[in-house]
Nanobody, 123 residues
């Protein structure tokens, strides 16, 4: 069974940092497209960052230079390092996986999802 389990969310003040993790099991994450999405109340789920089977990364414009996606193949774990956090980064963050090396921004292409971890940026 393929599973994704997120951890590491929490509350932080603006300008602070958090790292969220996603432990994958039942498949080898290094050969999948792995991505982070987020969804704020009343908004659509948004692709934040992804890493394809070749290790190439992409980011939504609003987080470029502040967030870093990475993957530890030995631990089969995906990470999202979030720095210089802003109020507008507040959302539920979801890890997702897509079989195949290529990544897409539309969540419809992802078959496997974690349960989500809440990130709240508040002063």
């Amino acid at each position: 069974e393929r599973r994704l389990v997120e951890s590491g969310g929490g509350s932080v003040q603006p300008g602070g940092s958090l790292r969220v993790s996603c432990a994958a099991s039942g498949f080898r994450a290094s050969s999948y497209c792995m991505a982070w999405f987020r969804q704020a109340p009343g908004k659509q789920r948004e692709a934040v960052a992804d890493i394809d089977g070749g290790g190439r990364t992409r980011y939504v414009d609003s987080v470029k230079g502040r967030f870093t996606i990475s993957r530890d193949n030995d631990k089969n774990t995906l990470y999202l390092q979030m720095d210089s956090l802003k109020h507008e980064d507040t959302a539920m963050y979801y890890c997702a996986a897509r079989s195949g090396a290529n990544c897409y921004r539309d969540p419809i292409h992802f078959a496997f999802w974690g349960q989500g971890t809440q990130v709240t940026v508040s002063s």
